[in-house]
């Protein structure tokens, strides 16, 4: 059941990346970050009453406890970097390199949680890094800016987000898995408001256009969903094998990213794409 639930988790993923996209254009990225949060807030709050699984809270012990407030944060990290990559740079480019987060995560679960890398993940997690690198290579469209900014914003995400999933799967490991990912999703609003007050944008709020604010709201319901499935599934499954799943997400993107965007993918980005692809179900055995 634990397979269904990340593949889910992959289908929502890759309609979030979509969503935001369209709600950031004139919306700045750590503003936007703050709002959906508080939608996956509400969101996943209603599913841990809905499963009845709030009576557990005083259960909770301290080590799960902190290692959820860590993987809060490294998510809030990794959401604010990866959204201020969507807005500077072409969803093709970002989304790549921040899935590419499955490769530090494979060494990272054979450091921390002894999970074992077969010989097909070793050449899996080959076929990942030269495959993102092929994307990287993209050429860029006629709308992108100039600056490389979104490369080091896209890198950081995917660092924060292979933190996340090891954290994460240590934090759940006491607790019901909606509940953890209720709570791990209130650490990431108090950090992405902070953020906001910190830089001083808390102004743009009332300047948010209608239409962005409703892709912003819509892909915090996508966010929701894929949270719910993925840290169900990272509940019951490997983190090795569950993460690869979850990144399949890039072919949802990609494919949305044409119909919406009209980005087109060169024959190298598209062999980089197969490459991932190849990659991420060679991690399945």
Partial sequence: MWILFAFGSALFAGLTSILAKCGI?????????AIRTAVVLIFSWLMVFVVGSQGTIPAIGG????????????????????????????VNKVVPIDKSSTVLTIILAAIFLQEGVSLPKGIG?????????LMIEKKQSSGETKSAAWLWYALGSAVFASLT????????????????TAIRTAVVLVMSWVMVF??????????IP???????????????GSWLCYYRALQDGPASVVV?????SILVTVLFSYLVFHEKLTKKSALG?????????????
Avoid at 166 to 175: A, D, F, Q, R, Y
Avoid at 198 to 207: F, H, Y
Avoid at 212 to 222: P, R, V, Y
């Fill in 25 to 33: 254009r004139k919306t700045d990225s750590t503003v936007a970050t």
């Fill in 63 to 90: 080590r799960t406890l902190l290692f959820l407030v860590l993987s809060g944060l490294a998510t809030g990290a990794s959401w604010l970097c990866y959204f201020k990559a969507l807005q500077l740079g072409d």
């Fill in 125 to 133: 997690v080959v076929l990942i890094a030269v495959g993102t690198f």
């Fill in 165 to 180: 999933a090891i954290l994460g799967k240590i934090g759940i490991s006491g607790i019901e898995s909606n509940l953890g």
């Fill in 198 to 207: 910190v830089t001083g944008k808390q102004g743009e709020l009332k300047a």
């Fill in 210 to 224: 209608q239409n962005e604010l409703g892709f912003i709201c819509l892909s915090g319901l996508a966010t929701g």
């Fill in 244 to 248: 690869p799943i979850d990144k399949l």
């Fill in 273 to 285: 794409l197969a490459g991932i692809v190849a990659g991420t179900l060679l991690m399945l055995f």
